[in-house]
């Protein structure tokens, strides 16, 4: 529980100027998921992993979170270490461990009630503003591993996001950079259901033509 707590607070430092964050003795939302090494079946280790979830517990009712909605497809709930108030997440009900692994379809429900759920929330806490973030993968920060949406509520200098503070770079377009245009398009070529429309001419302008 306490390295979990670490790393999450660790990637929210990343992100963060640092504020204080008191310690909990129930940490919902900081709760990690041990990965499975038994010799069991991969629906055995997906029931084994459900079972384990924090997540899947809040969905079954076996763990405890204030929820803010709630249909047939996600599940919306306040963090239980926010970064500001009304910092809530969007998780779906079935278990998908990265965003990666889910199916755009249900991340297009998520995302779909993002409008509603964020201006309910900035109303009700009187923000300004809000960020929307996900963490996928353990590099990223991703501390729970079953896929959710962050809204974070945002005041005007409230001085959350240290990144607001660094001087960014204009993007060099040369060697490097169309090396890098031509590996994602090529990746993006083996992913099932992709359609490539940088080759057809919808009205709209690019940086450089491929």
């Known amino acids: ?71 047939d497809t996600c599940l919306c709930f306040l963090d239980t270490n926010p970064v500001s108030p009304g910092h809530c997440l969007i998780i779906p009900r079935s278990h998908f461990p990265f965003l990666v692994a889910t199916p755009p379809s249900v991340v297009a429900a998520m995302c779909s009630k993002v409008p509603y759920i964020s201006k309910a929330v900035m109303k009700a806490t009187g923000s300004d503003s809000f960020n929307l973030l996900v963490n996928n993968g353990v590099d990223a920060g991703q501390v729970i591993f079953h896929t959710h949406i962050h809204i974070i509520p945002r005041r005007a200098r409230d001085c959350l996001w240290a990144s607001e503070s660094l001087k960014r770079h204009p993007l060099k377009v040369d060697k490097e950079a169309m090396h890098l245009v031509n590996g994602i398009r090529q990746e993006l070529s083996f992913v099932d259901g992709f359609e490539d429309n940088t080759s057809k001419d919808h009205g709209g302008t690019t940086l450089i033509g491929s």
């Not at 306490?2 to 709760?31: D, F, K, M, Y």
């Not at 038994?38 to 924090?54: F, H, I, P, Q, T």
């Open 1 to 71: 529980m306490e390295a979990a707590q670490g790393r999450r607070l660790s990637v929210i430092a990343s992100h963060l100027r640092q504020i204080p964050i008191p310690p909990t003795t129930t940490n919902v939302s900081s709760s990690i998921v041990s990965p499975s090494h038994c010799n069991s079946s991969d629906s055995e280790k997906l029931r084994n992993l459900e079972a384990d979830c924090v997540f899947c517990k809040i969905i079954r009712g076996d763990a405890p979170a204030l929820k803010l909605y709630e249909d």
